[in-house]
């Protein structure tokens, strides 16, 4: 008996990816398969958050100074949340499935979006997002999936634009899957045009962003290359020091479905540095303003934040961290991979910068 288990539990070890993937791929195709509703975001269920009323987004860490300031706050921020559809019950999410929608406000928007509440009124719509096995289909689906929740992206930016942000300042925001579309909806949607002068900045994370030949990641929007430059892109993908980044993303093509200028990217890819904000910069701890770790119980205070953990530098296109220790363990992927905390190991440092660049471009804005 001891023997067939261990002969079993080799088998599961040999063929864990096989296993992984079969176990979150839907048993149809796209094709096939019936596309949820489509969200009216004119209806407020329709968002995971909005200003005015209550959401896990409006959640201050303890030891925050500064609170929520969302009443106040003279900046917007759009977000777009990451993947949190993992099952194999469809190719795209419906957005009342309440067991997603807790996932996403759980998970995301309260250890991520919330960060923003310093300097920005929270907007993140629900939206038809892709499963988690777009991003590793092989067959087809992948792709037509990841269209589908951008239709839905796209129309919640133009509602948003429409009836929410009256010519406010505003930042976009995404991480994983959202950061995959918010590159289509700077590319798409705002290069180019007149709003696109009220952009703060784009924090675009936890997506591979390549640059093109001339070294720019888009034909109008600059990489942000200070701490207070505004109207340009933020990106970085987190990896542990020593980690092996070739068993990241082995199956996947990041180009394929993506604006052209993704398409004709060199292969270089973007890193900027969240602890000093530079280009390919490396940091020592010491500049490190503090990590969030995942709360199991949503019922609890988020925190406190780890200070000083961590320092970080960019090699190769990705943002090399050491050890966090621990609390920052149960969602590590294969290779070092930190992709699940690519926003929380760098919370305070994002939050704090979110609220320099808010204030710069304000401040600039008025300047006579």
């Not at 300042?169 to 959202?178: E, R």
């Not at 696109?196 to 109008?220: D, N």
């Not at 205070?301 to 970080?312: E, F, M, Q, V």
Request: glycine residues 8%; negative net charge; proline residues 6%.
């Amino acid at each position: 008996m001891l023997v067939s288990l261990a002969i079993i539990a080799g088998i599961v070890y040999a063929f864990r990816k096989e296993i992984f993937i079969f176990a979150i791929t839907p048993g149809t195709s796209f094709a096939d398969s019936p596309s949820p509703p489509t969200p009216d975001y004119a209806l407020s269920q329709n968002w995971a958050a909005l200003p005015g009323r209550e959401d896990s987004v409006d959640v201050v860490t303890v030891g925050t100074e500064g609170g929520d300031a969302q009443a106040n706050a003279r900046t917007d921020v759009f977000f777009v949340h990451p993947t949190t559809h993992y099952s194999r019950s469809g190719w795209n999410a419906a957005v009342d499935d309440q067991t997603i929608n807790q996932r996403t406000e759980n998970g995301a928007l309260r250890h991520q979006a919330s960060l923003f509440n310093g300097c920005c009124r929270i907007y993140a719509p629900r939206y038809r997002q892709a499963a988690l096995a777009a991003f590793v289909d092989t067959g087809g689906n992948g792709i037509p999936a990841l269209e589908l929740a951008y239709t839905d992206i796209k129309a919640a930016f133009e509602y948003y634009m429409a009836h929410y942000n009256q010519g406010r300042p505003f930042i976009l925001a995404g991480h994983s899957q959202g950061a995959r579309h918010g590159i289509r909806i700077l590319v798409e949607e705002i290069e180019g045009k007149p709003f696109a002068a009220h952009m703060v900045a784009a924090y675009l994370v936890g997506y591979p962003l390549k640059l093109t030949a001339g070294g720019q990641p888009f034909e109008r929007t600059e990489l942000c290359k200070t701490a207070t430059q505004t109207g340009c892109v933020v990106n970085w993908n987190t990896a542990l020091e020593g980690g092996d980044t070739q068993k990241f993303r082995p199956v996947i093509d990041l180009s394929l479905g993506m604006p052209e200028v993704q398409r004709t990217a060199n292969g270089a890819q973007v890193c900027i540095n969240p602890l000093n904000w530079s280009v390919n910069g490396a940091a020592d701890a010491e500049l490190h303003l503090g990590a969030l770790p995942f709360a199991r119980d949503p019922n609890t205070p988020l925190g406190p934040l780890h200070k000083n953990l961590i320092r970080a530098r960019c090699e190769a296109g990705y943002l090399f961290v050491s050890d966090p220790g621990e609390e920052f363990q149960r969602l590590v992927m294969p290779g070092g991979n930190y992709h699940n905390y690519d926003y929380n190991l760098f919370y305070m440092n994002i939050r704090e910068n979110a609220i320099a660049r808010s204030r710069a471009f304000v401040e600039k804005s008025i300047t006579p």
